[in-house]
């Protein structure tokens, strides 16, 4: 996601930290920090890939009769997903890319798919859900986009 080769670790959860530190101590031979998960934000600006729940929010952070569907439908990942808590208290606590959410409104991190660059992965041949929105704001002559510098 930031242009430069990387790897994604797959395991039990049980051997997460065996492995992490493995991976740091063979690792340190050839110049491996430990950067910290400000730079996963980072990484992806660079890439040009934003990555939900990092560079922009899902409106079902404040849509509670989303959260309500997604409660009774899913009930059991929801409640050991989050403790029993839900996504309310996870608002409360919830770091976006080193900024508190009580900073700002959370709608200001809201995007539709034009904004992120993914209009390419519309496919406009059926009726979906938002379809006359993304239209209309295409034809608006748009200008917030997230992009990349370089």
Same mark, same amino acid.
Request: proline residues 1%.
């Given at each position: 996601?930031?242009?430069?080769?990387?790897?994604?670790?797959q395991g039990e959860v049980e051997d997460m930290l065996d492995v992490y530190k493995k991976l740091?101590?063979?690792?340190?031979?050839?110049?491996? &920090?430990?950067?910290?998960?400000?730079? +996963?934000?980072?990484?992806?600006?660079? /890439? =040009?890939?934003?990555?939900?729940? *990092?560079? !922009?929010?899902?409106?079902?952070?404040?849509?509670?009769?989303?959260?309500?569907?997604? &409660?009774?439908?899913?009930?059991?990942? +929801?409640?050991?997903?989050?403790?029993? /808590? =839900?996504?309310?208290?996870?608002? *409360?606590? !919830?770091?976006?890319?080193?900024?508190?959410?009580?900073?700002?409104?959370?709608?200001?991190?809201?995007?539709?798919?034009?904004?992120?660059?993914?209009?390419?992965?519309?496919?406009?041949?059926?009726?979906?859900?938002?379809?006359?929105?993304?239209?209309?704001y295409k034809a608006s002559g748009h200008t917030r986009n997230i992009v990349t510098l370089e």
């Amino acid at each position: 996601m930031a242009g430069n080769l990387g790897f994604e670790v797959q395991g039990e959860v049980e051997d997460m930290l065996d492995v992490y530190k493995k991976l740091i101590e063979v690792g340190n031979k050839y110049g491996i &920090r430990e950067i910290g998960f400000h730079c +996963y934000c980072m990484n992806h600006n660079e /890439g =040009g890939y934003p990555q939900a729940s *990092e560079h !922009f929010m899902s409106a079902s952070m404040t849509d509670k009769g989303f959260q309500e569907w997604q &409660r009774k439908t899913f009930e059991n990942e +929801y409640n050991s997903a989050f403790d029993g /808590g =839900g996504f309310e208290g996870q608002l *409360e606590s !919830f770091d976006f890319c080193g900024t508190a959410y009580d900073e700002f409104n959370i709608e200001h991190y809201y995007f539709n798919p034009i904004e992120l660059g993914l209009g390419y992965c519309i496919n406009w041949n059926h009726d979906f859900r938002g379809k006359q929105a993304l239209i209309d704001y295409k034809a608006s002559g748009h200008t917030r986009n997230i992009v990349t510098l370089e």
